[in-house]
């Protein structure tokens, strides 16, 4: 049995945060030239400090049969206070519209098993080991330090300006994927949401509506890796799986171009087996573009044959193998790629620039159109040893 | 080691018998000391100069501009099928406009963020002078008025559109939490501005201020201010409104273009009607980008633009209807079948969606707003020009104020303060002389013929919303518009900047 306490500060990710700094802006325009031009892009915050970190670990560490299985719990609370955030703030009083503030409190809470079993057979002909790691965390957002709820992971052009996929809240876990809930489809195509407070009225445009809920949790439940390596005679075989569970993903795909909106072209949908032909009606962000992204990857898997030689030969070891990388993920996630997402790339412009240059680290769980399907990797090997 | 003391102390008695260590004046070839600086008008541009680019905001889709001109009558943005389907754009025409609307917000930041940075140019310049670094006091007045001045124009925009906003003056605003202002204090705020830097400022016309403040565009901002003080404070000031404007036009340095066009031309840097404008530049300084807001997705092949149009901004057929087919200013608009590049190949849409088959043609009329509108629909807002091959950005500079607005507020001043004014009447018929071959004078005028000759002449350049409000028709119904309150003649104070401090929200959001 162990356990363990421990607070520390975070190194910042750069320098220089708590002081005003000026950035390039456009050129200025002065008889007939335009020259360049410093404004200010940064305010200074001489209060900052270096984030902290208190961890709490207690633990239990097991080996029986001599040391083959070993096994090893962990339950740990990681709490980070006084988070660093380029903070939006007023202007007036602030010159910029963006400070690095202390502001932000995440407690990280988890199990993480693992457990190592050396020679679960092993004759002289057969050898079997395994591997398994499991663990889930619940990242609380307990304070973000400023007034909550609040959007964050703007959905983006075309059709969405101003509306979010992640909604922030003091006290509840991040990547809260909030929305309406369909309720079906009306005869003349419209989508029809259902009114959670009973008022009669579905209140469709105000960001926190008593008629949204949240859909789904960006973060996952469980995540677990089990790697496998059997020997057979001359035989080896490696697999290795991994997957995750209880996260949902905003498909942005969808979102965008899902539905047969009213007086949109019939071309270029996503057909997903979600695609209902009925509809006609512009997108809000609802239950169904919500997913459940559970999935096993098979992450690696490797196939070997190793010939004899006899003792005198120049070679002493000649071993073929094949493998693969990625090669089957299952999951009913209809997107591309049911990983978790933990932090938004964000939206993209009109020239397909990102809007940010910083990954937003509150809004775990959105799956951007900036997605491409993970490649498949298939290899054919020697190993010579001599 | 008995040579190495005896070295040393040889090398000791050089160094202190050397005479070139007394003199330390030696010239700086890397750095500018503080009393070589603030010499020139080119190093105080050094320092003035980047205070303008925040005006360039004024060009793009998504903030003050945007909602200036679709809160108003001449320009909206329906729902296109799938796109523009964010309500905002809709319910910005509609006044339905609240305070969690991102477009509220980034108008707030843009006037603030030229404000804040006028104070830290006028803390320098102020903390500069205070330890003697300025070495030209004529220059340094002067200076200093001009961002005074530029500072005055923020806070003019803010009272015309939010109303109660804090005012800050200082650089350093330590702790403090801006509060609200009421209104008619804001008002005499920028009035007493104005007048204070009015002597202090450049006078002199030239191409070296273009896109600057100057003496004729603080009179500007004066005699707009007079011109809506009843509005805004409760008390009419025609006539000081009319000194200013008085000012402007005996001056003799402005006058009207032969060609109304000629204001909206890609190089219309040389117009005589600018008192001030904003001076975009594709490559230096972009931010205008009109051609994407308005045109067709595909009027790119009309013009072989590098981006695709947004198909968004477009006019009304109530106020394009205000135009006389005969009148060259109908020419600010965009209507009719659509061309390619060549002007013989019709434009397609392959995925039109409206009756009339496939060839883009641009209809006054829009037939539904907040869905089902057709992508053909409306007229676009054709009175820049749109530069051939172009990317997103125009080089055409933006007037922000031009003279035939100075004329035609004068007209206006003069016919209420005597609504049989002939002379009144012929200012107005000065502008409309140049839009009509031959002229077709109006005989007499109402508020109805001056607020629509306003419209006709100014359209898409940020009046609007205000001539509106000025002449008690903001809250009327139009086509699309169901008719709203008074109260939505300011906008709400964005909810992320009450939320940290202490200001009130304006009534009814």
């Known amino acids: ?386 | 080691m008995k040579q190495f003391i005896r070295l040393g102390i040889l090398s000791l008695l050089l160094l202190a018998l050397n005479p070139a260590c007394t003199q330390l004046d030696e010239p700086l070839y890397d750095q500018i000391s503080t009393d070589q600086f603030f010499t020139t008008q080119t190093e105080f541009d050094q320092i003035i100069g980047p205070l303008y680019t925040n005006l360039y905001g004024l060009g793009s889709h998504g903030g003050f501009f945007s909602m200036q001109e679709i809160s108003s009558d001449e320009v909206a943005i329906p729902n296109r099928g799938g796109d523009w389907g964010d309500d905002v754009w809709v319910r910005a025409h509609q006044h339905y406009y609240n305070a969690y609307d991102q477009p509220v917000s980034n108008a707030w930041s843009f006037l603030y963020s030229g404000i804040l940075a006028c104070n830290r140019i006028l803390d320098l310049l102020d903390k500069s002078n205070q330890q003697g670094h300025i070495p030209n006091t004529e220059l340094y007045t002067q200076n200093r008025a001009e961002a005074r001045a530029l500072r005055a124009l923020y806070y003019y925009w803010l009272l015309d559109f939010f109303g109660n906003v804090p005012i800050i003056t200082d650089y350093d605003t330590g702790n403090t939490i801006p509060t609200n202002t009421p209104r008619a204090q804001v008002f005499d705020f920028v009035e007493q501005e104005l007048l204070a830097v009015s002597p202090l400022i450049n006078k002199n016309i030239t191409q070296a201020n273009y896109g600057r403040m100057h003496y004729y565009a603080v009179q500007m901002l004066l005699a707009k201010l007079y011109l809506n003080a009843e509005v805004y404070a409760g008390t009419p000031r025609w006539n000081d409104a009319l000194d200013a404007c008085n000012t402007i036009i005996n001056a003799g340095l402005y006058a009207l273009e032969a060609d109304y066009f000629a204001n909206f031309k890609v190089q219309n840097q040389t117009s005589h009607e600018f008192i001030l404008a904003v001076p975009f530049d594709a490559k230096a300084a972009p931010g205008f980008n009109l051609a994407q807001m308005t045109l067709h997705y595909s009027a790119q092949a009309t013009y072989n633009l590098q981006q695709q149009p947004w198909n968004g901004y477009c006019s009304l057929q109530e106020f394009y209807e205000k135009y006389d087919s005969n009148d060259v200013r109908i020419n600010n608009f965009l209507v009719g079948p659509q061309y390619e590049a060549d002007g013989i190949t019709p434009l397609l849409d392959s995925n039109f969606d409206d009756p009339d088959g496939p060839q883009v043609v641009y209809t006054p009329e829009i037939n539904a707003f907040t869905m089902n509108c057709y992508r053909q629909a409306g007229v676009r807002i054709g009175k820049y020009e749109f530069e051939k091959g172009a990317g997103p950005d125009m080089s055409n500079d933006m007037p922000v104020f031009r003279f035939s607005d100075v004329l035609l507020m004068k007209a206006e001043i003069l016919w209420r303060l005597s609504p049989s004014s002939t002379e009144a009447l012929d200012l107005v018929n000065t502008v409309r002389k140049r839009a009509f071959e031959p002229d077709e004078d109006l005989p007499s005028l109402n508020a109805q013929t001056l607020l629509d000759e306003r419209g006709r002449e100014l359209f898409y350049e940020g009046v609007r919303r205000q001539d509106l409000i000025r002449f008690g028709v903001y809250g009327a119904p139009t086509e699309f518009m169901p008719g709203s309150d008074p109260c939505k003649e300011i906008m709400p104070i964005p909810a992320g900047h009450l939320n940290l401090s202490n200001l009130q929200q304006n009534p009814c959001y």
């Open chain 1, 1 to 386: 049995m162990r356990a363990s306490w421990g607070q520390s500060g975070m190194q910042p990710i750069s320098d220089g945060l708590s002081r005003e700094t000026l950035g390039p802006n456009v050129h200025y325009y002065s008889d007939g030239n335009y020259l360049p031009g410093l404004t200010v892009v940064n305010n200074a915050n001489p209060n900052l400090r270096a984030e902290r970190n208190t961890a709490l670990n207690i633990g239990l560490d097991v080996q029986l049969f001599h040391g083959n299985l070993s096994a090893s719990l962990n339950w740990f609370q990681h709490t980070n206070d006084r988070l660093l955030i380029p903070t939006q703030v007023p202007q007036p009083p602030n010159q910029a519209g963006n400070t690095w503030l202390n502001t932000g409190e995440l407690r990280n809470t988890g199990m993480d098993a693992q457990i190592s079993w050396n020679h679960i057979v092993n004759t002289s002909q057969l050898d079997w080991s395994a591997d398994l790691v499991l663990w889930g965390t619940n990242t609380q957002l307990v304070n973000i330090g400023w007034s909550t709820p609040d959007f964050t992971a703007y959905i983006g052009s075309p059709g969405f300006c101003c509306a979010g996929y992640i909604l922030v809240e003091n006290d509840a876990p991040l990547g809260q994927l909030y929305g309406l809930v369909q309720a079906g489809v009306n005869p003349d195509g419209t989508i029809q949401y259902k009114d959670l407070n009973k008022d009669q009225t579905v209140d469709i445009y105000n960001a926190v509506s008593p008629d949204k809920q949240v859909l789904g949790q960006g973060t996952p439940k469980l995540e677990m890796g089990i790697n496998q390596t059997l020997r057979y005679g001359r035989w080896d075989l490696n697999v290795f799986l991994r997957g995750a569970f209880g996260h949902s993903l905003a498909h942005d795909n969808r979102v965008h171009y899902e539905n047969l909106e009213p007086d949109f072209g019939l071309y270029n949908h996503i057909k997903t087996s979600y695609f209902n032909s009925r509809i006609r009606d512009y997108t809000q962000i609802s239950d169904v573009f919500v997913e459940k992204a559970n999935f096993l990857r098979l992450d690696n898997a490797t196939l070997g044959y190793r010939f004899a030689f006899k003792e005198t030969a120049r070679i002493q070891m000649l071993r073929l193998y094949v493998g693969g990388q990625n090669m089957l993920v299952f999951s009913k996630y209809t997107g591309m790629d049911p990983e978790v997402r933990w932090q938004d790339n964000g939206t993209f412009d009109n020239g397909g620039r990102p809007y940010s240059a910083s990954p937003n680290l509150l809004a775990p769980g959105v799956d951007r159109r900036g997605t491409y399907y993970l490649s498949k990797t298939y290899f054919l090997g020697v190993q010579a040893g001599f």
